[in-house]
């Protein structure tokens, strides 16, 4: 069973930074690719960034530049280095792994607040 648990998400202030951190657990033959996803209040799930499993990144126009994801292979630890967050960063931050086989697992979603 694969489990992915977020966490690192709170409170921050506009201009200010974050680190979340997802840990992977289980039976994984292969990863296809992580993301980052994440959903707003009253707005729809939307892809943030993506990581390959040869380690190319992509992102979202809105968070190009200021959001940095990476992958600690070593200890299965998918992160989103986030600066300069601005309120409309605000969401439930949620991590997604697709293996080789296209079976897709998620994790719970940690809240980030950017806020005055």
């Known amino acids: 069973q694969v489990q992915l648990v977020e966490s690192g998400g709170g409170l921050v202030q506009p201009g200010g930074s974050l680190r979340l951190s997802c840990a992977v657990s289980g039976s994984i033959f292969s990863i296809n690719r992580m993301r980052w996803y994440r959903q707003g209040p009253g707005k729809q799930r939307e892809l943030v960034a993506t990581i390959t499993g040869g380690g190319s990144t992509s992102y979202a126009d809105s968070v190009k530049g200021r959001f940095t994801i990476s992958r600690d292979n070593a200890k299965n630890i998918l992160y989103l280095q986030m600066n300069n967050l601005k309120p409309e960063d605000t969401a439930v931050y949620y991590c997604?792994?697709?293996?080789?086989?296209?079976?897709?697992?998620w994790g719970q979603g940690t809240q980030v607040t950017v806020s005055s």
């Open positions: 997604n792994l697709m293996d080789t086989y296209y079976r897709n697992y």
